[in-house]
Nanobody, 115 residues
Framework: QVRLVESGGGLVQTGGSLGLSCAAS????????MGWYRQAPGKQRELVAA???????NYADSVKGRFTISRDNAKSTAVLQMNSLKPEDTAVYYC?????????WGQGTQVTVSS
């Protein structure tokens, strides 16, 4: 069992910044991948960014150069720093952790970017 708690969502204007945090607890020994997905109304959930324990990262093309994912392995926490936000970034953001053949999701946090 892995529990994920997210924080940091909110409302910002176009061009603003937000930081999202995901803290994992439970069966978290040597977690490999951690990341963030997002889902906008009427759209499928999509990968935003992922990071491996060794620091290797993967980003959606739409956020490259604007978002940065990082992690603190000792704290089992992943952070998504979002800069130069656009209205199309508006979505519910979910922390994502695959573990032992199962995918764990955070509760979701709303990010809204106003024009």
């Amino acid at each position: 069992q892995v529990r994920l708690v997210e924080s940091g969502g909110g409302l910002v204007q176009t061009g603003g910044s937000l930081g999202l945090s995901c803290a994992a607890s439970g069966n978290i020994f040597s977690l490999n991948a951690m990341g963030w997905y997002r889902q906008a109304p009427g759209k499928q959930r999509e990968l935003v960014a992922a990071i491996m324990r060794d620091g290797n990262t993967n980003y959606a093309d739409s956020v490259k150069g604007r978002f940065t994912i990082s992690r603190d392995n000792a704290k089992s926490t992943a952070v998504l720093q979002m800069n130069s936000l656009k209205p199309e970034d508006t979505a519910v953001y979910y922390c994502w952790v695959p573990r032992d053949g199962y995918v764990y999701w955070g509760q979701g946090t709303q990010v809204t970017v106003s024009s």
